[in-house]
């Protein structure tokens, strides 16, 4: 206690306080990049062989790929490798429990097998890329499983056990990587929908990440409410929301001015 009265918080206590917020932001901060990167990733690939077509002047006819590992072999190629690498690396240094550690670097060394084995072209591959379209193809199956294990292990992890509005969606989305992987699986085997604008596979794809991604963003809202920083997010989101009312009032204002009148 200090001389005026006021108790005098120890340094070594100050910096333990201070160390595990920063832990849990960080925390926050990796569940919410992965989520995004689910999220976002199935459909910023076609719409970025969409915006290329347009800009070469092409149709955009194949916009959709046969599956997110065939954006390899198109013009989005960068942002689906580079999502990959980076899906990979929050994964591997993301640490919550033994298990769930030992489950995201499984998931995370998966997904930088996938990025840098690619699978094979539709036509026309060699034996090389053959042979790397076989070592994608387990680095493939062994993202998707460990991705349905980490959701299905996370359901029973201290600290998210006791939340059912945080572990239901974990046990949701292993339910359904597994269920759309059995789909994916049937699909490819009976050749249906081989001929769909959108093919069975890529929608089994773009399924299990949303299942993946969405549960993991739930998380890290869940953990930003805990620690208290979902306040500021809020507030930011509303700033946003607030700028793009006023911009389409305007807008709107602009407009009416500028009609005729009759």
């Avoid at 901060?29 to 690939?45: E, N, T, Y």
């Avoid at 994916?184 to 085997?189: E, N």
Wanted: glycine content about 12%; some cysteine; charged content about 15%.
């Amino acid at each position: 206690m200090s001389t005026d009265g006021t108790v005098t918080v120890p340094l070594r206590d100050r910096v333990a306080t201070a160390q595990r917020d920063q832990d849990a932001r960080t925390v926050m901060r990796l569940r919410l990049g992965v989520g995004i990167i689910g999220v976002l990733l199935p459909l910023a690939l076609p719409l970025g062989n969409w915006i290329a077509a347009l800009l070469d002047g092409r149709t955009g006819d194949d916009v959709w790929p046969g599956s997110m590992s065939g954006a390899y072999h198109t013009s989005i190629r960068d942002v689906f490798v580079g999502s990959l690498c980076a899906l990979g690396t929050f994964l591997i240094i993301y640490r919550f429990n033994r298990m769930n550690d030992v489950m995201g670097t499984v998931a995370g060394c998966c997904a930088l097998g996938v990025a840098l084995f690619p699978t094979a072209p539709g036509s026309g591959a060699d034996s090389g890329q053959l042979t790397a379209s076989v070592f994608h193809l387990v680095f493939a199956v062994g993202l998707l499983t460990s991705m349905a294990g980490f959701c299905l292990l996370m359901y029973w992890a201290p600290g998210i056990k006791d939340r059912s509005y945080v572990r239901r969606p974990y046990r949701v989305a292993g339910v359904l990587i597994l269920v759309f992987m059995a789909f994916a699986g049937v699909a490819a085997v009976t050749g249906v929908g081989d001929d769909w604008p959108v093919t069975p596979l890529y929608l089994c794809e773009w399924l299990s990440v949303w299942s993946f991604g969405f549960a993991w963003t739930g998380a890290a809202l869940s953990l930003a409410e805990d620690i208290g920083r979902l306040s500021r997010t809020r507030a930011v989101v509303g700033a946003v929301l607030r700028w793009l009312r006023s911009l389409g009032g305007l807008l709107g204002r602009g407009t009416s001015r500028s009609r005729p009148a009759v």
